[in-house]
């Protein structure tokens, strides 16, 4: 069966799935550091980028598999503790617009670099390619990074809810993000939580940058940009002050972007953004705490 | 008395405006040009500051204003035969019309101010991370519109074709219309009362000022002085969508927050400071020499600087080099 009417068939919906899965992984990442810090990490793009980077060097190098993830995992994880001891401390305190102001610069501070450093055009990360090849799967040809996507962002949601639920380290986080000064009064210890809420979000944007890397080859400064910008407007749908509708939130927005991209003709998708962006501000409008929270939030005196 | 003293918050701003244009009247042509940048530039910062300075809510959306603003006065001005080699589909109300300099300039800022109360109206009810992220997806919104709707612009070409009427002459009195426009506003009442929803939104609440209605008139009036700015910027160098859009934004941003976000005069010395910072850059970009060291940046240095410079100022001194204070020669009397 196939969505004819809409002209939708397997592998494009298995590509929005899969969109939305790696979606779904920066919200977590951008999730996580807001909860602890109510930061919104602007730059995560950015660590994303230089995970990418790290694996064009690696295959233009030559270097195995294994040891170019390897590289993406070791500078990502270096730069969001770097970024978290350089950046984020300081400004620990000051109001959510001013440290989102903050890491906006960081973002173009970041780019800069890797544009000085690799130049505008680029460099290309091939060492993964095999996995852009199609399966077949019944009578369908799917290509096996939709499938390694979905699967990778299902593993690594699980292990992350397993850590939440299961163990103190993880209640510690949760109760960190419902409510800091508390949850500090009872002992838990603030920069242990939010050092491990860092390389959480760290270790997610590594693990995307393997996942982007594959599906789009050339590896530029401005390197998942617009997908943080698009995953940021999803936080904020599903809603930002819990990782679930976050999650949700980011896995929808990358679902219907993917979805409405493969369908609808170029003179149409062309307009895409404009719609998810304006979906985004009746959403802020209509319920200002997320699209799948409930209750809401009142400010009292 | 008070109020000859309350001038010295408008002379201040705009004499270092006029210094920087006499300092631009006596520098060679080639460097002129990044005085009448760094002139526009100080218009767009003081737009931003009529409404993010006044209110404290962010605004990433100011520069849709400022594109605007520079497509309606960019449509207009360029001569009726060479519209349809650089904008093929413009819709026919627009193709047989061209108008002056200054007639161009007045309807952006028209554009840009009306443009901003309709965005305004829904959006003015949302304050802090919401307004941030909602005016970000206007600015998304107006880039992605002006990319690709060609018949209001050229789409994704270039503005090719504008009379390069925004010379340094008009640069400064732009720059200076927007400086009085912004010091009327904040010396009003309607100013002094969103300075106070500023301050204390219940209490001033309490007091019977409407926070939706005061936000909602410095949205328009910044609206319309970006639209005004758009206007000038368009008439100074060919742009295209991707000028007014992530990059304009960030140093404008860094511009006002560098000087001190709650001040006109912070508005305009982050402006002119960081222009010449830039400029300066650019300059050894290309490579010059410097107390007999020859200096030769690579390309890309001048974002890492100001991306830096923000980032420190944020951190270290989050009012801004002015401290977010007016400019004073003379302190008020008590």
């Keep these: 069966m196939t969505l004819a009417f809409l002209n939708i068939d397997w592998q494009t919906l298995a590509d929005a799935t899969a969109l939305g899965s790696i979606y779904a992984l920066m919200a977590v990442g951008i999730g996580l550091v807001f909860g602890v810090l109510r930061l919104v990490n602007f730059a995560y793009g950015q660590l994303v980028m230089a995970g990418a980077f790290a694996l064009a060097l690696a295959s233009q190098w030559g270097w195995p598999v294994w040891a170019g993830i390897l590289l993406c995992f070791a500078s990502v994880l270096v730069l969001s503790v770097l970024m978290d001891r350089l950046v984020f401390r300081p400004l620990r305190g000051q109001s959510p617009a001013v440290m989102l102001v903050a890491t906006f610069a960081i973002a173009f501070l970041l780019q800069s670099i890797a544009l000085l450093w690799f130049g505008p055009l680029g460099k290309i990360a091939s060492s993964l390619a095999y996995l852009n090849r199609p399966v077949t799967i019944g009578s369908v040809d799917i290509r096996k990074i939709t499938i390694v996507a979905i699967v990778v962002a299902v593993v690594c949601l699980l292990a992350l809810s397993l850590l939440l639920e299961r163990t103190t380290i993880g209640l510690h986080m949760r109760s960190a993000a419902l409510d800091f000064q508390t949850a500090r009064m009872l002992g838990v210890r603030a920069d242990r939580v939010i050092g491990l809420a860092v390389l959480l979000s760290g270790a997610l944007a590594a693990v995307v940058a393997v996942m982007l890397t594959v599906q789009s080859p050339l590896v530029t400064p401005d390197f998942a940009l617009r997908d943080t910008i698009i995953v940021l407007a999803g936080v904020v749908l599903g809603g930002m002050n819990r990782l679930i509708p976050a999650t949700l939130g980011g896995f929808a927005i990358g679902f219907a972007t993917g979805l409405l991209g493969g369908a609808l003709p170029t003179n149409q998708s062309q307009y895409i953004p404009s719609f998810v962006f304006g979906a985004v501000i009746l959403v802020l409008l209509v319920r200002p705490s997320g699209l799948f929270m409930r209750g809401r939030v009142v400010e009292r005196v | ?334």
């Excluded at chain 2, 093929?88 to 047989?96: I, K, S, V, W």
């Excluded at chain 2, 970006?226 to 008439?235: I, S």
Aim: hydrophobic share 55%.
């Design chain 2, 1 to 334: 008395m008070r109020r000859v003293l309350a001038l010295q918050e408008l002379l201040g701003p705009a004499a270092v405006v006029v210094i920087a244009a006499l300092l631009g009247a006596v520098v060679s042509t080639s460097n002129e040009a990044y005085f009448t940048d760094a002139l526009v530039k100080v218009a767009i910062v003081v737009a931003l500051y009529v409404f993010i300075g006044n209110s404290g809510v962010l605004s990433f959306g100011h520069i849709s204003f400022v594109a605007l603003g520079a497509w309606a006065a960019g449509v207009l001005s360029v001569p009726v035969s060479e519209k349809p080699a650089i904008m093929p589909n413009l819709a026919h109300a627009l193709r047989d019309r061209t108008t002056g300099n200054l007639s161009s300039l007045l309807i952006a800022a028209l554009v840009g101010g009306v443009c901003a109360l309709f965005v305004g109206l829904p959006l003015m009810r949302l304050s802090g991370l919401a307004a941030g992220i909602a005016t970000f997806g206007v600015l998304e919104i107006t880039h992605n519109l002006l990319r690709y709707e060609e018949k209001v612009g050229p789409g994704l070409n270039t503005f090719s074709s504008v009379p390069e009427t925004t010379t340094l002459r008009q640069a400064t009195f732009g720059a200076l219309v927007a400086v009085v426009v912004a010091y009327v506003y904040a010396r009003s009442r309607y100013g002094r009362i969103l300075r106070a929803t500023r301050e204390d939104a219940a209490a001033a609440r309490a007091v019977g000022a409407s926070v939706y209605r005061q936000r909602l008139i410095a949205f328009t009036i910044s609206g319309l002085v970006a639209g005004f700015a758009g206007g000038l910027y368009v008439h100074l160098l060919p742009l295209n969508t991707e000028s007014v859009y992530l990059d304009l934004t960030f140093i404008t941003l860094a511009m006002l927050v560098i000087g001190g976000a709650t001040s006109l005069w912070g508005a305009v010395v982050g402006a002119l400071a960081v222009s010449a910072l830039d400029s300066y850059l650019a300059v050894a970009e290309n490579g010059t020499s410097l107390f007999g060291w020859h200096i030769d940046l690579p390309a890309g240095t001048r974002v890492i600087v100001v991306g830096v410079l923000m980032a420190a100022v944020l951190i270290l001194r989050p009012t801004g080099l002015t401290g977010g204070r007016e400019f004073r020669l003379w302190p008020r009397p008590a």
